[in-house]
């Protein structure tokens, strides 16, 4: 039972556009979201995070967007760039569960092209 | 460089065999996690120590094994290796159980053949 669900496994957007990467999760007990990329050959990067109190959260280029009434969540990366290509994971957790583990999605792999 | 080590970079090994894969935390971290990553899977929850001590168990199976050492490092052992453990495994860690988000170390490749 998939609880974190990434939909597109790919993604390609042009330089200088808005790339939207899309999550769903089933378990209404996640109240913490984060984002992570990764490049080949290397351990996920922490890009962003939102709590489940809050509907939207911005880091520079970065906005992560929750609706909890739909059980989902997206990144959006304004403008994107083509070092913005990478894997990038969608995770949840709970708090106060004892062990703070994270529940990833599958990953979007998303292309910027020049 | 995370901070987070993980040793050896990439393993080949035959069924059958085990095999032991280290990490050691970034400097002041107590917590470790161990996750799978499978072709096409997402990374998968595998076991989590906080300060020596077992703090929860995912997907892990009996042929699989942990630990956290004094020194905080951890290990993660592998034994009577199958075709469908070639995987890359990750460790992350945190400096404490509620921090927000991991620090993930690149990984070990195990190709079991």
């Known amino acids: 039972d998939q609880q974190v669900k990434q939909n597109s496994p790919s993604l390609s957007v042009q330089e200088g556009r808005i790339s939207i990467l899309n999550c769903d999760y089933t378990?209404?007990?996640?109240?913490?979201f984060l984002w992570y990329k990764k490049y080949p050959a290397e351990g996920p990067t922490f890009l962003i995070s939102?709590?489940?109190?809050?509907d939207k959260n911005e880091d520079g280029r970065f906005t992560v967007f929750l609706n909890k009434s739909a059980k989902h969540l997206s990144l959006h990366i304004v403008p994107s760039q083509p070092g913005d290509s990478a894997v990038y994971f969608c995770?949840?957790?709970?708090?106060?569960?004892?062990?703070?583990?994270?529940?990833f999605g599958k990953g979007t792999k998303l292309s910027v092209i020049p | 460089d995370s901070g987070v080590t993980q040793t050896p970079k990439h393993l080949i090994t035959a069924t059958g065999q085990r095999v032991t894969l280290r990490c050691s935390p970034r400097?002041?971290?107590?917590?470790v996690y161990w996750y799978q990553q499978s072709l096409d899977q997402g990374l998968q929850f595998l076991i989590q120590?906080?300060?020596?001590?077992?703090?929860a168990k995912g997907n892990i199976l009996e042929r699989f094994s942990a630990q956290q050492f004094p020194d905080l490092h951890s290990e993660l052992n592998l034994s009577s290796l199958e075709l469908g453990d070639s995987a890359l495994y990750f460790c992350?860690?945190?400096?404490?159980?509620?921090?927000?988000?991991?620090?993930f170390g690149s990984g070990t490749r195990l190709t079991v053949v």
């Open positions: 120590y906080y300060n020596g001590e077992e703090r």
């Open positions: 939102i709590s489940s109190i809050k």
């Open positions: 400097s002041g971290d107590l917590s």
């Open positions: 995770a949840a957790r709970i708090s106060g569960a004892g062990s703070y583990q994270l529940t």
């Open positions: 992350a860690s945190s400096e404490r159980l509620g921090a927000y988000g991991y620090t």
């Open positions: 378990n209404s007990m996640f109240d913490y």
